[in-house]
RNA sequence: GCCCCCGUAGCUCAGCGGAUAGAGCAGCUGCCUUCUAAGCAGUUGGCCGCAGGUUCGAAUCCUGCCGGGGGCGCCA
């Protein structure tokens, strides 16, 4: 019996209640009751506060309603016990032959265990990163990196149609800078103090006049742009690889140019103007941002002429909108926060809900500790960690796994000396430990020729195996839970729980047959639950873009 | 001046309207004569920043204050 089934169980319960006149529900039944595990064994291996939420409607005491739900609900097929508790819980235990046949359930879905439809039918797109093409990734971003790809693949795992998608600032000063940067070091110059001075600004001058030894020869303007241009490709590529090499794959990468070129961004601003919300002012183009919230308004054209950087952002929102998203979400730093107001008045101007069609989570940054001392991040001094540098020291794993496990929005302080040791003080270890085991126990099983054949579920009886059970159940839940809210953390946080319930169980409960001891019932039962677990957790992990070893 | 985030165990942090507030690490004590001890069990450790309010019930929601971090004033 899974908790969406007993849900739904409860649900009904409430139903027949009222229709039988035990109870009045003014304000209808609930659509959804929610069931929540208790932390506490003692109170069975449900609980549900509706008698408590629906007590002041009903005119009823607590208590009272709770009882009257109870006798109901104990005639449910699958539900052991049913006790009323404290001021008004129903405590759920469930038979341990409905509990079991859970282990079958997942072991059915095998990968697609987890996965709901909690939000089939919803375009989302996760746009994350989006950095300047001038310089290496370094692990300012890797927090994004990690997130906002978990974020994409938990999304996707409710059911959404999710673009991971990333957008190149190749447009702008910031370039020309890069492209004088690269140039003067080519001509053995010193970079000029507002560029950026990074080793890696020699190492690209050093291998494009290797490649094209001629640019030296070209005028100083073509040069520059010349430069700029193979300075951009091959630092633009090396992002890529970066990323490919952290495993996060993006779906698009929209270069800021492009918008330009092909004149989405006159198009961005005919929406705009047709929505209402367009003026001019002071020889500048204008939009009304304040009109849904905003602390002042924001020019779209400047006074020479030329686009705002917030022009680019707002015919890319409406490039966003017209490709079919519902849902843009955008994962910034804490460094951009007040971009949130504006951007939310934006989409609003374009005629949206600002609510709805337009997220803005912000995640604070991450702060660096080294030998106890805090490491500041400056790409143009050239002191910064890369991305690559970090993947190379701490693993893929453990670094995609720590920064996965925080919620985006809590500052987060990496020890590079601790996330470097890969030692169990990371989480990612002993999640991952539990699958190696649990693989192992599988593995061990084909050797002697143990094969799960027909479950037994009312075997899985034992306090452990029953907790492990529950704990199962939980997993879409949770997934779903995690993906409304846009928190890859919670499944991490999940797993970690998880993995601790299945070490307990694997303490006690032995699995396979010892010595000479013949493969009975109970063993088929509890490989059916280890693959089950084993299960969960490859699927959890998967979710988080984490490997789930066979073997450690 | 205005705005955002955060103050929970010695440390890093979960929990964000429910029943005795949790985990990892750090400390102490046990457990490998059969499935991975990267594990398990036990133990030590908390005015959930402070003060009010909302209600059956607040670490969780609201207001004010204190402390820490970050941002904003036609810049990308």
Request: charged residues 25%.
């Amino acid at each position: 019996m899974t908790p969406e089934q007993l849900s739904n169980a409860v649900r009904d319960a409430l139903g027949a209640a009222v229709e039988a006149g035990e109870i009045t529900l003014p304000g209808g039944v609930p659509d959804h009751v929610l069931i929540e595990r208790p932390r506490n064994p003692e109170h069975g291996d449900y609980a549900t506060n509706v008698a408590m939420r629906l007590a002041k409607q009903a005119g009823t005491a607590p208590r009272e309603l709770a009882e009257r739900l109870a006798h109901r609900l104990r005639e449910v097929s699958g539900v052991e016990r049913v006790d009323v508790a404290g001021p008004g819980f129903l405590n759920i235990t469930v038979a341990a032959g409905a509990q079991g046949e859970l282990a079958r359930s997942i072991v059915v879905a095998a990968e697609s265990y987890g996965r709901t439809n909690t939000l089939a039918g919803t375009r989302v797109n996760v746009e994350f990163i989006s950095a300047n093409p001038t310089g290496p990734l370094h692990l300012g971003h890797v927090r994004w990196a990690a997130v906002g790809d978990a974020m994409a693949r938990v999304v996707e795992a409710a059911g959404a149609d999710v673009a991971r998608e990333f957008y190149i600032n190749d447009r702008g000063s910031q370039m020309d800078k890069f492209g004088t940067s690269i140039m003067a070091r080519a001509q053995g110059k010193d970079v000029p103090e507002d560029g950026y001075h990074g080793a890696y600004i020699a190492e690209l001058a050093r291998a494009i006049v290797a490649d094209r030894p001629e640019i030296l020869d070209l005028p100083e303007d073509e040069q520059l742009a010349a430069f700029r241009e193979e300075g951009y490709r091959l630092q633009l590529a090396e992002q890529q690889s970066q990323l490919d090499e952290f495993r996060t794959h993006f779906d698009v990468w929209f270069s800021e140019r492009t918008l330009h070129e092909s004149g989405q961004v006159e198009h961005g601003l005919d929406v705009l103007r047709k929505q209402g919300h367009v003026f001019d002012a002071d020889g500048a183009l204008w939009m009304r941002t304040t009109d849904f919230g905003d602390d002042k308004d924001r020019v779209l054209i400047k006074q020479d002429g030329t686009y705002t950087y917030f022009a680019s952002d707002t015919a890319y929102y409406v490039n966003k909108r017209e490709r079919g998203f519902d849902v843009c979400v955008y994962l910034l730093g804490a460094d951009h926060h007040g971009y949130v107001g504006r951007l939310k008045a934006m989409a609003a101007c374009a005629g949206d809900d600002p609510d709805r069609n337009i997220e803005i989570p912000i995640g604070q940054l991450v702060k660096i500790v080294r030998d106890g001392q805090e490491m500041r991040l400056s790409k143009r001094a050239g002191t910064m960690l890369t991305l690559g540098e970090v993947v190379e020291a701490a693993g893929v794993d453990a670094l995609r796994y720590t920064l996965c496990r925080y919620p985006a929005d809590s500052p987060l302080t990496l020890d590079v000396n601790q996330i470097t040791r890969q030692t169990s003080d990371n989480p990612v270890f002993y999640v991952q430990y539990a699958h190696a085991r649990l693989s192992s126990i599988l593995r061990n099983a084909a050797e002697l020729g143990i094969e799960l054949g027909e479950l037994q579920p009312e075997l899985l009886n034992h306090e452990r195996e029953s907790l492990l059970l529950a704990a199962l159940g939980e997993f879409p839940r949770i997934v779903a839970t995690a993906a409304e809210y846009r928190q890859p953390h919670r499944v991490a946080r999940y797993l970690e729980d998880t993995a601790s319930t299945f070490h307990r169980f694997y303490d006690v409960c032995r699995v396979l047959p010892m010595g000479d001891e013949p493969a009975a019932d109970i063993h088929r039962a509890r490989l059916w639950l280890v693959e089950a677990t084993r299960t969960v957790i490859a699927n959890g992990l998967r979710l988080l873009g984490v490997a789930a070893p066979e073997r450690m």
